[in-house]
């Protein structure tokens, strides 16, 4: 559109228009504002220096240094050749003069303020005047029906009929809001003659500028507005500079107050295009978007020079069929400005525009558009909702279409969108399989409208507000289950080689070895390393025990801690015999992997070992290298490749692994006399040897080998960074009936297993984790932390019944009484063999033992009593019955 002033519209003159189109408030800019330069300049250069650093080095340490300092040294440019616009007599000297108590000063800014209050009142009374004016001539001229003086009998006779039929009511007249669209249509001038046949097109196009004009000057009101606020605002604190209660903050509320002021008053329109100045013999034009206009006129925004230019680079993107991601700073403008005037210029009725949101801001955003679109610009702002839980609407597709052609808005959130295209997939699965239950004539319809819905949204437009938290690849996931349930690959060793490991944890947190290690003293002494190093990380902080361990920096455990746990690892490696016999290939006396082979598997698979350098004496080195006696007489600098194979009863230094090929080379000793010094490092083909060895191993043990390798490089650091309650956990029981309330086809993963929270005690609507392994590493972590809720404690003794139940063999005798009993002891508990023994501990004993630490070796127990057995220590603690007496119904039993 164009933007003409008095020659063209007959009511702007065109210094006016120039004003409205660039500055609104110039010309009291002119009267009471003046440019001041920064008082001090910005370097260019960097304000720091890490060339010297090791990772600056990297590609990407490189380009990232590169366009700091492309940003440092523009933005310092920027700030340099600024210039701020300030009151005439409240600049920075003069702030200070009235904070130091000078009455003239402060009399002189007073006035200063009262007077430009006093031109913007009168602004305001001229503006609106010619608002009222503008609109009664506009709806006068688009609804006028002259002829002029030639006109013949039947145009005359045609006027008067359809003055009659307007008269009578079946001819409507042209009203406000639709001449104020009329800017936004290719074809307005047909769409009025539509309404008014006797309107000619010069008299259109008319029209339309006088509307340009008036929303031009009724936005310069809304700033006259807020000017005259913050004029109110800055002479309330001229009028009182004693109610501030200090110097201090009076000098800072007095440049704050008159810095918003200046900046209201110099604030400009950067959407119009010069086409013609004042000066010109053409008179004034310009050129600009109406869908900019039409939105300041809406909303009241005097839209900033970024956002203009972040949507015109929107609209470049869409033109071109690609995507593009944008990052504004909160405060911005992004929900309140961008996302609506996107909407505004997207949805006119050729594509579906949808807008996504996360789950939190649903009703913020369509309130935001509601707002937008219900005056004079009137969209319906549609929201889309699907779960499975939930049936679907019959006529979707049909009700979306009708929100496409109607330029009307859909609002939704991740998870319905993603709900709507699982729900699809599950559906075309069941409708291929002509034997499931589901495959009816309505789940069959019901697919069908969910692929129109997804070819609309498909060829439509998706704007994503929080685009970080929407595309997030866990804080913004939706998983369920499709199709039959199948038993999960290498069970049931995939949880029990978790329970082991994380075993080692809880026992350096409990201080109580697992039951099965107890006699073991290797497992004692890696739980003594192991406390060490936890004791080491939480001293550097790079672990923290609240409020539970959570490990803080990966390069410690990687370092520290993983080399522990590959030991610990190895216990259960071993108990389980995994690598020890090779599946084919095996010869007499190397039937197996070894315990090294197996943990450099574990720790590095079969990429070549990290270089180790040894010095000891001579004698140690020939009891290791008997068959290698080459090593030993290498001068100093010098290197040779050999098979390393200790001699009998002989182990190697720990990191070299027997029957695979290093390169030896000899150092300069820094020990004694008679020590030599070797630095071993594998070679690609002693790498290659050990990888031949493992693939000789049978499929299982090598699964539970990679396994072992991804849980001490992946999953355990993972998962040891996760808080729980906070970024996990397990639904309590109220959460599980609310969610079921909600959702009544939960799955039951989500009741039993670990989800995702969103926040503290706040767990996901309907994520789930979506790796197996880390499903059972943090349900396993939760269960630790939070403990059995009451009903999951219910369901274990009820498996524990039938279990007993269906096995032979003396009641008390029989394995699962057995394992309730080893239970029973190893939480502090007596076992009580019959009912007697139980109702002879009294009420006082039964509170006495709720106060008290009730396991055997309490440390605040004294000696005698707490002695296990003893009379005192026996009788406050908690009895419990064998199994197949235990009555779930009895509450105290219980």
């Known amino acids: 559109r164009s933007l003409r002033g008095t020659g063209a519209a007959g009511a702007l003159p065109d210094a006016d228009a120039a004003a409205l189109s660039s500055q609104p408030l110039a010309a009291l800019c002119k009267e009471f504002l003046t440019d001041v330069a920064p008082t001090s300049t910005l370097d260019e250069a960097m ?31 920027k700030r340099n050749a600024s210039q701020r ?13 009235i904070v130091a108590g000078d009455k003239a000063q402060l009399a002189a800014a007073r006035e200063q303020v009262a007077s430009l209050t006093l031109k913007l009142t009168e602004l305001k009374a001229r503006d609106t005047a010619f608002v009222a004016s503008a609109i009664r001539g506009m709806e006068d001229s688009a609804n006028n029906m002259s002829l002029g003086d030639k006109a013949t009998e039947s145009e005359a006779r045609a006027r008067l009929r359809f003055w009659l039929l307007r008269y009578a009511g079946m001819e409507t007249e042209i009203w406000f809001e639709h001449l104020c669209c009329g800017l936004l249509s290719p074809k307005c001038e047909s769409d009025f003659q539509l309404l008014n046949p006797f309107l000619s097109t010069e008299a259109a196009a008319g029209i339309l500028g006088s509307v340009s004009q008036m929303m031009l000057v009724a936005s310069r009101i ?12 800055l002479l309330q604190l001229l009028d009182n500079p004693d109610g501030t209660g200090s110097k201090v903050a009076l000098e800072a509320g007095l440049s704050e107050k008159s810095k918003v002021l200046c900046g209201l008053l110099s604030s400009k329109r950067t959407f119009f295009t010069p086409v013609s100045d004042v000066s010109s013999t053409a008179g004034f034009e310009a050129k600009f978007d109406p869908r900019f206009l039409i939105f300041e006129f809406v909303t009241g925004f005097l839209l900033r020079p970024r956002q203009v230019e972040m949507v015109s680079e929107f609209l470049q993107t869409f033109l071109s069929g690609t995507s593009v991601v944008k990052q504004m700073i909160m405060g911005a403008g992004k929900t309140s400005v961008v996302s609506p005037l996107l909407a505004l210029m997207l949805a006119e009725g050729s594509r579906l525009v949808c807008l996504v ?48 052609s109607q330029g009307d808005i859909m609002l939704s959130t991740p998870g319905d969108v993603k709900s709507l295209q699982l729900r699809f997939l599950e559906s075309l699965g069941m409708a291929n399989d002509r034997r499931a239950k589901k495959n009816t004539p309505q789940m069959r319809r019901e697919c069908v409208e969910m692929g129109r819905m997804l070819e609309q949204l498909k060829r439509g437009v998706c704007m994503i507000d ?20 199948s038993l999960i690959d290498h069970a049931p060793e995939r949880w029990n080689l978790v329970l082991h490991l994380l075993d080692g944890f809880f026992s350096i947190d409990k201080d109580r070895i697992p039951q099965h290690l107890k006699d073991s003293l290797r497992a004692q002494q890696i739980l003594d390393s192991l406390r060490r190093a936890i004791s080491r990380g939480c001293d550097l902080h790079y672990l923290q025990r609240n409020p539970h361990l959570v490990l803080l920096n990966e390069e410690f455990y990687h370092l520290e801690v993983k080399p522990i746990m590959c030991e610990w690892l190895s216990l259960w490696l071993t108990s389980e015999h995994v690598g020890r016999v090779f599946d084919k290939g095996s010869v007499a006396g190397d039937r197996g992997l070894s315990d090294e082979e197996i943990k450099a598997y574990v720790l590095h698979r079969v990429r070549t070992l990290p270089r180790v350098e040894h010095e000891t004496g001579l004698d140690q080195w020939e009891r290791w290298f008997e068959n290698d006696p080459a090593c030993l007489t290498l001068e100093e600098g010098g290197s040779v490749v050999c098979t390393l194979e200790a001699a009998s009863g002989a182990e190697l230094p720990f990191g070299v692994l027997p029957r695979s090929e290093y390169k030896v080379e000899r150092l300069t000793a820094t020990g004694g006399a008679g020590n030599i010094r070797l630095a071993m490092e594998e070679t690609k083909e002693g790498a290659a040897k050990r990888e031949s060895r493992v693939e000789r ?49 939960m799955p039951l993963t989500r009741a039993k297993l670990a989800i995702p929270f969103v926040g503290k005690d706040v767990p996901s609507q309907a994520s789930e984790f979506a790796h197996p392994d880390i499903v059972i590493g943090l349900t396993v972590f939760a269960y630790r932390y939070e403990g059995l809720r009451r009903n999951d404690f219910d369901e274990v003794l009820g498996m524990l019944n039938e279990q007993v139940e269906a096995e032979n063999g003396s009641m008390m005798e029989r394995p ?46 004294s000696p005698k009593d707490s002695a296990e057995g003893s009379p005192g ?9 064998p199994l197949h007496l235990l009555e779930r119904k009895n509450e105290a039993n219980m």
Request: proline share 5%.
């Open 873 to 881: 220590h026996d009788r406050h603690r908690t009895r419990v019955l």
């Open 47 to 77: 304000p720091f220096d890490l060339s010297t650093h090791p990772l600056s080095k990297h590609r990407v340490a490189i380009s990232l240094f590169s366009r700091l300092e492309r940003e440092v040294a523009l933005c310092a440019r």
């Open 697 to 745: 191993l049978a499929p299982k043990d090598l699964k539970s080998m990679n396994l072992c390798f991804d849980w001490l490089q992946v999953f355990l650091p993972y998962s040891l960074q996760k808080i729980d309650r906070v970024t996990f956990g397990i639904m309590s029981a109220e959460q599980v009936a609310a969610a079921l309330i909600e959702q009544p086809l």
């Open 816 to 861: 699962t009484s057995l394992l309730w009993k080893a239970w029973v002891e190893e939480a502090g508990a007596l076992f009580c063999v019959k009912q007697a023994e139980l109702d002879d501990q009294t009420a006082a004993d039964i509170l006495a033992s709720g106060d008290e630490d009730t396991s055997p070796a309490a440390p605040s127990a």
């Open 357 to 404: 949101v996360p789950q939190a801001l649903i009703m913020l955003s369509r309130s935001v558009m509601q707002n937008a679109f219900s005056t004079v610009v009137q969209k319906r702002v549609s929201t889309f909702k699907c779960d499975r839980s939930l049936d679907l609407e019959v006529n979707l597709s049909a009700r979306i279409a009708r929100v496409c």
């Open 466 to 485: 929080e685009v970080d938290l929407v595309l997030h690849p866990l804080k913004s996931e939706l998983n369920f289950p499709i199709g039959q349930k």
């Open 85 to 97: 616009p300030v009151l005439t007599l409240m600049r920075d000297e003069h702030i200070r003069a």
């Open 222 to 233: 809304v700033a006259v507005c807020r000017c005259l606020d913050s004029c109110f605002d």
